[in-house]
């Protein structure tokens, strides 16, 4: 049996929860118990998935931030806090894809994909584990991708991917006396508006972008993002307590 956690209410926040892998894992958390903040770039579009959320018996908030902005994540964090309860869970999941080879790469392509993956995982982070070593309890899961290992056209994604595996592993370190722990979750192709996007930048169908990278997986079949919830949910979840710093390759084969 793990160690008795203390009796506190669990409260979940999830960035870029408007849409595609977030909406899933604000669904996922909310029907394992936890109040979650839907946090976005904008809060009307997060509305679905917290109506959602609602008619199925759990309970959520809409909240609009952009998480490489300092005071709207500080703001952000504290309504949270007054609406839902102290945060004791967080997701790191917002993300965008600005993909060019290195030579045609601007300095915007690789600020903005730095700014949302790292800026915004460490603002959030950084002001959320006060809530969390408070309680003597808390859990961070950080998105990081296959694109960490390496990906033609990804040098900023990949270079943002891999920093947030050492973020995840130092902040391991250094919240674990406090009950925190912390881990990554890294999927391989999931199918939700950013792969598709990719595949309408290239010029090919979603359909032919999916079978071309079915024959690359060994399952067989591309991802979904409930593939992606059901990894957060298991580091989210009470009897996790004793993994940390791990990095989960979510791919439908080998990684890492
Ligand atoms: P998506 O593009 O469908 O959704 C990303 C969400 O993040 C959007 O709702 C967007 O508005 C939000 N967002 C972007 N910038 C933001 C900001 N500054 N502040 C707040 N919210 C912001 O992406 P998807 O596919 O659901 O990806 C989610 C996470 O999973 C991302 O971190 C992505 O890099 C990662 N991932 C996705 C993979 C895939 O195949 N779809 C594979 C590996 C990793």
Not at 8 to 17: L, M, N, Q
Not at 146 to 174: D, H, M, P
Request: contains cysteine; proline residues 4%; negative net charge.
């Amino acid at each position: 049996m793990p160690p008795s956690v203390p009796d506190y209410p669990r409260t979940a926040i999830v960035t870029g929860a408007a849409r595609g892998i977030g909406a899933e894992v604000a669904r996922r958390l909310a029907a394992d118990g936890l109040a979650v903040a839907v946090v976005d770039l904008d809060e009307t579009a997060c509305t679905a998935v917290v109506d959602e959320i609602k008619s199925a018996g759990g309970c959520a908030v809409a909240v609009g931030a952009d998480v490489a902005d300092e005071a709207a994540v500080e703001k952000a964090v504290k309504r949270v806090a007054n609406e839902l309860g102290d945060p004791t869970v967080l997701v790191n999941n917002a993300g965008i894809i600005r993909d060019n080879l290195l030579f045609k790469m601007t300095l915007s392509d690789w600020d903005s994909v730095m700014n949302v993956h790292l800026r915004g995982s460490f603002l959030l982070a950084r002001t959320v584990q006060r809530y969390m070593t408070q309680a003597g309890w808390g859990r961070i899961v950080n998105l990081s991708s296959v694109s960490a290992l390496g990906n033609r056209g990804q040098a900023n994604y990949a270079a943002a991917k891999s920093g947030l595996q050492g973020f995840t592993k130092t902040l391991a370190l250094e919240l674990g006396r406090f009950g925190v722990t912390v881990n990554a979750v890294a999927p391989g192709f999931i199918e939700t508006e950013m792969t598709a996007e990719t595949a309408a930048r290239i010029g090919i169908s979603f359909d032919d972008f999916k079978e071309a990278a079915t024959k690359e997986i060994p399952v067989g079949r591309t991802g979904v993002p409930a593939d992606i919830a059901h990894a957060v949910s298991f580091f989210a979840s009470e009897d996790a307590g004793f993994v940390s710093g791990q990095v989960l390759y979510v791919a439908g084969g080998p990684k890492g």
